[in-house]
């Protein structure tokens, strides 16, 4: 089945030699075609063009073709979220309160609460009942606009709690239309049975957890959260240089909280990205400039947990790329919602709209290995788009805030129906 959308408003992110990322001045241009058309085969983005050329004989044949008349609406490709902990059970509104309070997100953390509150959760929920959730979870975000998501385990700390949340992500691959990454986040925290034996923890994710993934097949990519009060920049080493000789390229959690060397351990060892950077002063920078690593910024978790925010003008302006993910998890971005992540990107941290929306699609493809079929319009690329209600600009969608732009979402060439 074919879809033709035309009378499109705009179409955004138009590539005609689709790359792999954008980086530093090249964030502000952003290619769009007004008056367009846009033609889906098999799944697949085949063409598109202006009205003013448009493929008449495409319309004669509207048996084999759907067509959408997309009149005063834009059309964008699908956001990708590079970061997400979106398998999670319940939910922890109680630290909420305790946040409001003026407690820590450390301090939570040494409490009891914190992620390991969402591992004992965890460890009491059975598969199906994860996947319940994360489906739900899942679609909401779908009709928000988002078309890939990586979703992180982390909230197991054990070997078979890891393992069984790895293959809850990797079940929901055949149950949602979302384009789904697994990375696995086994040195998330440090469990309190190992509480004063955290180098024996090291030892159980790098000996057992690690190669138990592998053997599986179940994570594309190694986390680490290396900040302070969490995992050292030696024991991220370790568990790094283990994840890559399984073949597991780092996706690290890095200077959140202060400034951990979690930047220059993951551009040493080659990570596809490292996300947060909170506290990036211009050693970090010059690191990343020399690097394949995708700078990522978590601007919910920033605002929910009142951070300090990272500094993404000067990182573009020395020449960064920079991706914008939800983080999507219980404990500091309760929230999949990237059309405020689009909002906050520019409000908080001063990109222009047009910077913004590369962050969110092919900077965030990129972050999760994707940037050749997903993020962008580009002929060959998957069919991951949507339509927008009727907007007066592309500037709209993040000034906006608040509200979901989103009318129509079209995944691997299909319509979804509610
Ligand atoms: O990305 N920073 C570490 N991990 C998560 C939070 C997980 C949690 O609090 O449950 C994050 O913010
Ligand atoms: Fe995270």
């Known amino acids: ?3 033709l959308i035309k009378n499109i408003k705009e179409l955004v992110q138009v590539e005609e030699i689709p790359r792999l990322k954008v980086e530093g001045k090249d964030m502000s241009i952003l290619k769009t075609i007004k008056d367009a058309w846009l ?6 983005i085949t063409d598109f063009g202006k009205m003013a050329k448009f493929p008449v004989d495409f319309e004669s044949n509207s048996r084999q073709i759907e067509i959408i008349d997309s009149t005063n609406r834009m059309v964008f490709p699908s956001f990708c979220d590079s970061h997400t902990h979106l398998v999670y059970a319940g939910s922890r509104e109680i630290e909420y309160t305790d946040k409001i309070k003026g407690l820590s997100y450390e301090e939570i953390a040494k409490r009891g609460g914190g992620i390991l509150n969402s591992a004992r959760l965890i460890h009491e929920s059975t598969e199906e009942e994860l996947i319940q959730q994360a489906l739900l979870r899942l679609n909401e975000i779908m009709w928000l606009g988002t078309g890939a998501v990586e979703i992180k385990s982390g909230y197991g700390l054990t070997v078979e709690d890891e393992l069984k949340m790895l293959r809850v992500i990797n079940k929901l691959k055949d149950l949602s239309p979302v384009t789904i990454i697994p990375t696995f986040l086994g040195a998330h925290a440090v469990p309190a049975d190992y509480k004063d034996r955290q180098d024996e923890f090291v030892d159980l994710v790098i000996n057992e957890m690690i190669p138990r993934v592998a053997v599986d097949d179940l994570a594309d ?4 959260f290396c900040d302070k009060g969490f995992f050292s920049v030696e024991e991220t080493d370790r568990i790094l240089l283990t994840g890559m000789k399984y073949g597991l390229r780092p996706k690290i959690h890095a200077n959140e909280l202060g400034y951990s060397g979690g930047i220059q351990v993951g551009v040493k060892y080659n990570a596809l990205s490292v996300d947060h950077l909170e506290y990036t002063g211009d050693a970090e920078i010059e690191c990343l400039l020399h690097s394949e690593t995708m700078p990522t910024v978590l601007p919910g978790a920033a605002f929910f947990l009142g951070m300090v925010y990272s500094p993404v003008r000067k990182m573009i302006d020395a020449g960064l ?9 219980p404990g500091s971005s309760p929230s999949g919602n990237m059309q405020l992540v689009l909002s906050m990107a ?3 941290y001063r990109m222009l709209p047009a910077e913004a929306i590369h962050a969110v699609t092919i900077n965030g493809a990129y972050a999760m290995g994707l940037s050749c079929t ?3 319009i580009a ?3 998957t069919a991951n788009v949507f339509i927008t209600k ?3 600009s592309l500037e709209f969608m993040p000034y906006a805030y608040g509200s979901n732009k989103v009318e129509t979402v079209i995944l691997g060439g299909k319509v979804m129906n509610h």
């Open 1 to 3: 089945m074919a879809i």
């Open 374 to 376: 997903h993020g962008s």
């Open 390 to 392: 009727p907007i007066s």
């Open 379 to 381: 002929k060959g690329k």
């Open 321 to 329: 790329p920079i991706a914008m993910a939800s983080d999507f998890n």
């Open 39 to 44: 033609l889906i085969e098999n799944g697949t």
């Open 221 to 224: 990519y190694i986390d680490v």
């Open 346 to 348: 520019c409000i908080n």
